[in-house]
């Protein structure tokens, strides 16, 4: 049972915001939100995951519809409100990433990503 509650949580957490943004570096990012064709210009250090779920959801499908590119975004009922759930938790883990997210944005400022 333990294993089962492990494994449904690094599913879940597979596709969060904080996680996509936080850990990995600037190149990684910018590369992640380029093949999801955003329309974003930049993506604030700060309450990354909540800003990088934002950008998913703007981001242009109709150019590439592709489910497999990123099916958990693709702009559906079901999915829209997982994004938006995943947004509220992305909210919380940012919020106690700031300690570590605050001086570097104050240092370098938004990631630039166009």
Not at 22 to 42: G, I, M, N, Q, Y
Not at 95 to 101: D, E, H, K, R
């Amino acid at each position: 049972m333990k294993f089962f509650l492990f494994f449904c949580l690094a599913i879940g957490l597979y596709g969060c915001g904080s996680i996509s943004t936080l850990p990995k570096s600037d190149a990684e990012v910018r590369d992640a939100l380029a093949k999801h064709d955003t329309r974003c210009e930049f993506l604030p250090y700060i309450y990354s995951g909540v800003a990088y779920n934002f950008c998913l959801l703007n981001a242009d499908y109709s150019r590439n519809p592709s489910p497999s590119l990123a099916p958990q975004f693709n702009p559906s009922t079901l999915s829209l409100q997982f994004t938006l759930l995943d947004m509220l938790l992305s909210g919380v883990v940012d919020t106690a990433a700031l300690p570590f997210t605050l001086p570097k944005q104050l240092e370098d400022g938004p990631l630039v990503l166009q």
